[in-house]
């Protein structure tokens, strides 16, 4: 087949990588799967265990309720473990960690198995029911990943929350899911110092009602508090004879619901995005396998963090269902010194890294020094996600990193669609900035305000034209949401809330955001919990934030302020709202600046214009003001 020949900056393969891949010829499954998505998806599933076999492989009559593989009885932790348990994997690593103080533990998919049924046990012990809400606060350690498969396992929701989350990000959260449990870290090491996960779920316990007992798992050993009858050690627990390491398992239906998971939206308090088992299983486990072309050697690190969905799905998830080897790094990435990283890949082999553009443009300042002291030929594939890649970042990753052999994984997606939608595989031709296409038997396009498709290299709005498996299925909780937030805008198709542009080669590039999310180092954050958070400091009447460009981050967090009357700003009220910021909502929502105004640009219905408040940042010309109320 005669291939067209494409448009501007391109990076083909190397044939190593093409000839034993999974997937070979991009072109002849994306025909395959085109032509019948169902099929498509459905042959997938088939690789996976099912206790009972679906009725339909999709179900759209109740639009934009999808429902997956229904009828079908499933559980997502079984076929992490369980089924491994049961083949010549039973001894296999699948996770490999490493602290940041230089712990170590190695667990098999056999023990792996145990300790999920061990801490499945616990909760069970404590009232824990199929359809109950658990949250989960701790760093990156191996018992996130077992607490996590734990609830799956007994049919609890987990609700995890970001260890870089505060006070009161954990305290809405816990309100909001009603959850009776919590599982929580002592404390979490970073940078050297210890993050005192327990003392902040204290204190945002003192908040919230409703949780009934707190399991603590110790990490870090300082001194914390413990209240009698609410907190227990996990250690302590585990030698009980409750916590057997042999444990019934729920058959679930397809369709019940697996995790939520909280994340920004435009306005108000964040989503709680609901995942269930059965579409969420097929679609990690098949994006994974042919996106990171998993093997049965390989070594595969996904440096994110357990608490998002890049975690949720390619941490713990997608190479578990594999049955692949998984490295789990607790620290930071140059901690002690710009070269952990690198020593790590060196020191385990490993194959596959997926990382993030805002760590890859970090860790590029120290220099590449750092990464030529290691011998980093183990690996075979990058990837990167969390925001765009600007195309120096890309390069930097490809020569420096992988050394130019390997090819990068651009990923573009969602909490909300839970899987790799826009990505390459190993063997598609790149071109650095861009994610290439929707995986197979997915329809994306970029449309304009009408919803009609914009011409090719025309900036417009990214939408999703089919149903795929690992897709959100509501707001938990608030069915109504769901449906304006993604729904309403085009009719019969899924508003991303990003804009893009595609080239003539049918290349997505994603521009970013054009809602009130920002991305702060790949992290979402939306403008309405960091100015409720200033607005909660008793010195301040009204506050916006926007996003400006930043080297490293991507974007900074810029906060305009207007103090209550009296008051004037000086740079120690500057610091003390930063820290205020950090202490509700987390040191990542942290104002980079903060400025002090009379007033705010608003529209006539009182919406602020960040628009106006960007170009004044940036100090450029904030263009049409014909809607401003003052
Ligand atoms: C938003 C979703 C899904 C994992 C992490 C983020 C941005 C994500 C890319 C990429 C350009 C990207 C989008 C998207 N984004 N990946 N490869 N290229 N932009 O999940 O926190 O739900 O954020 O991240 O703006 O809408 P999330």
Redesign the pocket.
């Known amino acids: 087949m005669a291939k067209k020949k494409l448009q501007g900056e391109v990076f083909y393969p190397p044939k190593e990588v093409i000839e034993n891949a999974h997937i070979k010829d991009w072109d002849k499954l994306n025909k395959q799967a085109n032509t019948d998505y169902a099929k498509f998806w459905s042959d997938r599933a088939e690789e996976l265990h099912w206790f009972k076999k679906w009725d339909r492989v999709i179900d759209d009559r109740k639009k934009p309720f999808y429902k997956w593989f229904t009828g079908a009885k499933t559980n997502i932790s079984y076929n992490c473990l369980d089924v491994h348990v049961q083949t010549h994997r039973r001894n296999k690593i699948a996770l490999v960690w490493e602290g940041e103080n230089g712990d170590f533990e190695a667990m098999s998919y056999f023990r792996l198995h145990r300790e999920t049924c061990k801490f499945a046990n616990i909760l069970k012990s404590m009232g824990v029911e199929k359809g109950d809400r658990v949250t989960i606060y701790m760093g990156r350690i191996p018992e996130i990943m077992i607490a996590m498969l734990a609830c799956a396992r007994i049919g609890a929701i987990h609700s995890v929350v970001y260890g870089g989350f505060s006070v009161e990000a954990l305290h809405e959260r816990i309100e909001d899911s009603k959850s009776k449990v919590l599982i929580v870290a002592d404390g979490a090491y970073q940078r050297g110092k210890i993050v005192p996960l327990k003392q902040i779920a204290d204190e945002a316990l003192q908040r919230a009602g409703g949780i009934e007992h707190v399991i603590v798992v110790k990490r870090t050993g300082q001194e914390i508090n413990m209240e009698f009858g609410r907190d227990m050690w996990y250690h302590e627990l585990r030698e009980l004879p409750i916590a057997s390491n042999q444990c019934a398992l729920e058959k679930m239906d397809s369709e019940d619901p697996l995790f939520i998971l909280y994340?920004s939206g435009t306005t108000g308090k964040p989503k709680a995005i609901l995942h269930t088992h059965g579409g969420y299983m097929v679609g990690t486990y098949t994006t994974l396998k042919y996106v990171f072309d998993i093997q049965e050697q390989d070594r595969y690190w996904c440096a994110a963090d357990p608490g998002?969905?890049?975690g949720h799905s390619y941490i713990v998830y997608g190479p578990l269902l594999n049955g692949a080897t998984s490295f789990m790094y607790e620290g930071a990435p140059n901690y002690p010194y710009p070269n952990r990283w690198w020593k790590m890949i060196e020191n385990y082999g490993i194959n596959i890294l997926y990382t993030a553009p805002t760590a890859i443009r970090g860790l590029m300042r120290f220099g590449e020094a750092w990464v030529k002291r290691h011998d980093l030929s183990s690996l075979r594939l990058l990837g990167?996600?969390?925001?765009?890649?600007n195309p120096e970042a890309w390069k930097w990753y490809h020569s420096v990193v992988g050394n130019g052999n390997c090819p990068i994984m651009?990923?573009?997606?969602?909490?909300?669609t839970g899987m790799f939608m826009i990505t390459p595989m190993p063997c598609v031709p790149l071109k650095p900035g861009s994610?290439t296409k929707p995986f197979p038997g997915i329809e994306m396009d970029v449309v304009d305000e009408k919803g009609k498709p914009v011409k090719p290299n025309e900036e417009g709005y990214l939408v999703i034209k089919t149903p795929w498996p690992a897709m959100i299925r509501t707001i938990y909780g608030d069915d109504e949401r769901y449906v304006t937030q993604y729904w309403r805008k085009y009719k019969g198709m899924y508003m991303?809330?990003?804009s893009a542009r595609k080239d003539k080669d049918g290349y997505f590039w994603?521009i970013?955001?054009v809602d009130d999310v920002i991305?702060v180092s790949?992290y979402?954050l939306g403008t309405a919990e960091i100015e409720s958070a200033l607005v909660s400091h008793s010195a301040v009447a009204e506050a916006a934030a926007i996003g400006v460009p930043h080297e490293v981050k991507g974007n900074a967090i810029y906060a305009y302020v207007i103090l209550r009357a009296g008051l004037t700003g000086n740079s120690t009220l500057v610091e003390e709202l930063r820290q205020h910021v950090a202490h509700e909502v987390g040191p990542i929502a942290k104002p980079e600046q903060i400025e002090f105004v009379d007033s705010l640009p608003k529209t006539r219905s009182g919406k602020i214009m960040r628009r106006v408040l960007k170009a004044k940042a940036m100090g450029e010309d904030p263009g049409n003001l014909s809607t401003l109320e003052d």
């Open positions: 994340t998002w969905i890049t990167s996600v969390g925001e765009p890649i651009d990923t573009w997606w969602q909490t909300e994610g991303t809330g990003d994603v970013g955001r991305k790949g979402r």
